[in-house]
Structures are given as C-alpha cells and as structure tokens.
C-alpha cells in the first residue's frame, strides 16, 4: 500500500506486481500533509495544512470522515497499528485506542522533536527522542502505558528511527548518518552497527526493515541507498545479554561506539584489531600513526552494506522498503518527484541492484503509466485535547469525547453509528484465501509531498 500526498489532497494505490500499481482512492481536497492508511483497511488518519492541529479519521471507502480531534499545536506525524493510534507534537505525544479512539495516555514536556520523529510497532511499543542534544531515546508500552527502556543509541541527535515488523529490534540513525545502529527492544542490548559512508554526514531520508527482519534500508540525500543484512546470531546473542540499566548513569554508557568524529568510549583500535591474528594487529598499528583512533575502530568493527542501490539524482528524498512482490523480495522507492521505483534484489548476493520499474504517479491513473527504463530512469494531563465530531456522527459510549460534550457515560447509547464504522474501518476486508505474505505483505509508505 503506498499513500501519497500533495496540494490536491492525498491518493491511495495499491501494489499486486511489478508491473501493476492501482489507484485505489483519490481524495481530491485540500493541500495534505499527512495520510497514514492502517495497513490494508479502510481507515486513514489525514492531516491538512489549512487545519495542522487537527486530525481528520477517515473511512475513505465511504468517502466519510469518521471525527476529528484538535490538538494544542501543529500535528507533526501519525503513528497506527490495529490497537493504538499516536500522535506525535513538537513536545507532547498523545496516545489513543484505535477502536474509539479514546484518549489513553498523553507524554507532555518532551524535548524538542520539531520533525515528530517516533515510530510505533505492531506490539504497540513506542519509540521517540528524549534529548535535543544527543541520541538518547524512549522504548514506550503504548499498550499498557508503561516505560520500559531508556537508552542513550548515538552521541549526536537522532534523525531517523524504526521497529522491525516483528518489534524485536529498533533501527536508528542520528543527525550525521554516518552510522546505522540496530538494538534489541528486549532489553536495549546492540545487535549491529553498519557504517553507510566515511567522507561526509548526510541527512537519512528513510530507515526500515524488510518484513522478514533480515535486512536494513537506508536512504539519504546522497545519490545512494544502502541495504544491510542483520545476522539472526547476533541477535540471539543479543538478547542473552543481560538488559540495560535505565539510570542516567547506565544510559551514559549503552553506545560502545559512536558516529563518526565523535569520542569512541576509550576503546583501543590495535587490541581490537587483533583479534584479526598478528597481521591484523600490526595493520591497524600501522594505520593509527595517519588516521584518528576512532576512524581506525570504526575501519575494523562496523560491518558495510550488503547491497547497494545507484540513484540516478541525489538531494531528492526517497522513502524505502523491502517487501514480497509475487513472492520475490524487491525494493520499493517512493521518490517525492512522484515516481515509483522498483529494484530487484538478491537475497543470497547482496550487491548492487538493478532497476525493473517505475511508475509515474503524478496524475490519476486511467490504467498504468509506465517510464522507459532503458532512457533513463520514492504527561498525563488530558484536558487540553479538544474533540470535534462530524455532525452526523455521536461520541462512542464512554469515552472522553463524550465526557468532554457534557454526556453521562452511563446515558450513552450501548453503540453508536460513529463506533460502528470506527470499527468496521479498522477491520480488515474478508478474504477467500489467506496469502503467505497477507497483513504485513505491503505496509503502507510514509506519505511524501509531491511538488
């Protein structure tokens, strides 16, 4: 499922094979800024730039809009699964229950997070940035609200984050996105750490799991993206370990290494090398007497991507993923130039991969519109959230919207036309068969303005 949008409004497609891309739905409205689709039902939390404090629940099947509720500030990203739906602000987040969207939990005075970067796992595990000033971040049990674990995963400020399909792992870059970082959300434990380049920091555009958890996607505004493969051992590894203190003292210590041209915690480039043999030990040696010590660590512990893809422009932002196509895994580049890229990949050759498709997605599509490849060619305080319902629809029995209208929750109705299709939008549609692929086959894109 891929969702983008733009000035017009926001449009839905659909993604069978390589070659068939459908559009499933075109809202033809106002300039968008978000629209999240929960996976493959029919719900759509969308967000305008005329009204960004307030977000609009949609079943776009019935072209309704469910609610929408009004925020203190400007909405900065929308985060759902089958359960939970947040919202992220520039320093609060708020927490709902998909299914009534009753106000669960609400996380006030954050540190600055002006990009509203967060991300939240199919276990409704949540997690955002805690700091301005470095890499320290918050795992959040948005199903029980709980905090879990607290961890300090860069020296510079975090720019991109992501949970893996399955929520046993946690993916994290920082500002200057020399360093890929992958954790176990089990106990904070590191399970990787990729070096995407050496020459110079970039801003990562994208960062995301396949669907199996055996590889990492990176993309920046470089003119390459990097795909990295997790080793299932090191995880198992991992998650042995013993977990992590939440004390600020513990957190100052849980990144063994950092990015580049930052402290490395002391550790000694010529004893780790050496675990090499003599050659290796005396290489390393040899190195430090030109290079920084840090670089020189880095050189030999960080392991390098596993495959590569060759874009044609760099500065554009590309949003990437790896998912099942026709049973083959392929790689999938919404560019905000309003193409879609699709790439070919080798599981067990890595390498750099080839271009197969790309589909133009910026007028409606009447059939499919293809590009020539051969030419050239992704806390707790809840009473400031204000609700708004839709005049043909009442607040759900019990919940804070109808406690906010002056309504005794006990003289609510038992269910009531807003419940009802809140929930119908959630579920999935009935199918004859059940693919090997089904749910998570094709998780939706982050949405990207198109110019």
């Given amino acids: 499922s891929l969702s983008v949008v733009s000035r017009t409004g926001y449009r839905l497609f659909s993604l069978a094979s390589v070659d068939r891309v459908d559009e499933i739905f075109c809202s033809h409205d106002e300039d968008t800024k978000i629209a999240e689709r929960l996976f493959s039902s029919s719900l759509v939390a969308v967000v305008t730039a005329s009204e960004p404090n307030k977000l609009k629940v949609c079943h776009f099947k019935k072209g309704a809009e469910i609610c929408n509720y009004g925020y203190p500030s400007e909405i900065l990203s929308v985060k759902l699964n089958r359960s939970r739906l947040v919202v992220c602000l520039v320093d609060s987040i708020y927490i709902h229950n998909i299914r009534d969207m009753r106000l669960l939990h609400s996380i006030k005075n954050m540190a600055p997070n002006p990009n509203g970067l967060c991300t939240l796992s199919l276990l409704s595990h949540l997690a955002y940035p805690v700091s301005a000033d470095c890499g320290e971040l918050q795992i959040f049990d948005a199903a029980n609200q709980l905090r879990r674990l607290k961890l300090k995963a860069h020296d510079s400020p975090l720019s991109a984050l992501n949970f893996s399909y399955n929520g046993v792992l946690l993916a994290t870059a920082s500002e200057k996105g020399t360093v890929i970082r992958v954790f176990c959300v089990k ?80 550790s000694d480039p010529t004893a780790t090398a050496a675990t090499g043999g003599w050659g290796m030990g005396f290489l390393a040696k040899a190195v430090t007497s030109y290079l920084p010590t840090n670089v020189v660590t880095d050189v030999f512990t960080q392991d390098r991507a596993y495959a590569t893809i060759q874009l044609a422009e760099a500065g554009l932002r590309y949003e990437c993923v790896m998912a099942k196509l026709e049973k083959e895994t392929r790689l999938l580049l919404a560019c905000e130039d309003g193409f879609l890229y699709i790439y070919s990949f080798e599981d067990s050759k890595g390498g750099e991969c080839k271009l197969i498709r790309a589909h133009d997605l910026r007028t409606p599509l009447h059939g499919i519109t293809e590009v020539d490849i051969v030419g050239n060619e992704n806390d707790e305080n809840t009473n400031s959230l204000n609700v708004n319902m839709t005049k043909s629809m009442l607040p759900a029995p019990g919940t804070y919207a109808g406690v906010l209208k002056g309504r005794p929750a006990d003289r609510m109705s038992a269910d009531s036309d807003w419940c009802h299709d809140l929930r119908e939008a959630v579920e999935y549609p009935v199918k004859v068969t059940v693919p090997i692929y089904d749910e998570m086959q094709f998780p939706p894109v982050t949405p990207i303005s198109v110019e």
């Fill in 187 to 266: 106990n904070g434990q590191k399970v990787h750490e990729f070096r995407r380049g050496v020459k110079r920091h970039v801003s990562i555009g994208s960062l995301n799991f396949s669907t199996c958890a055996s590889f990492v996607v990176a993309s920046s505004n470089t003119e390459t993206v990097h795909i990295f493969r997790i080793d299932p051992k090191a995880i198992e590894q991992a998650e042995r370990r013993q977990s992590i203190a939440v004390d600020a003292a513990s957190v100052a210590n849980t990144s063994s290494s950092s990015d580049d041209d930052e402290s490395n915690g002391g």
